[in-house]
């Protein structure tokens, strides 16, 4: 009997290491997936809100676009992009560096 109950003793704790390692695997595994869509999510804001929202600003502010609509605007951007016009990357890249930096400053200061 004792030594069926160490048997199983010794079985429920290296189960509760193995349950553990995997839940803290899975919750790591689920913040880089938290990251990479925050991440995906601002470079889709880069492109596709940040354009329209330089062009509504500009209506605003200075008046019509020189060279047209906002699909005008928008094959500049893709154009200064293909030039490596470093305000064209700023714009498509500002929102994903901003949301990578709020992950990584949230992750450190929120205790574990």
Request: aromatic content about 8%; cysteine-free; hydrophobic content about 50%.
């Amino acid at each position: 009997m004792r030594v069926m109950s160490a048997r199983k003793t010794a079985n429920a704790k290296s189960s509760s290491k193995k349950s553990t390692t995997r839940s803290s695997q899975g919750k790591r595994g689920s913040a880089i997936r938290t990251d990479v869509l925050w991440i995906g999510l601002g470079l889709l804001a880069g492109a596709l809100l940040i354009p329209p929202l330089i062009w509504v600003t500009g209506l605003i502010i200075i008046g019509p676009y020189a060279n047209g609509g906002l699909w005008a605007l928008w094959t500049d951007v893709i154009q200064a992009l293909q030039d490596g016009s470093w305000a064209a990357w700023v714009t498509l890249l500002a929102p994903a560096t901003l949301a990578a930096i709020w992950r990584l400053s949230w992750r450190w200061l929120t205790p574990r």
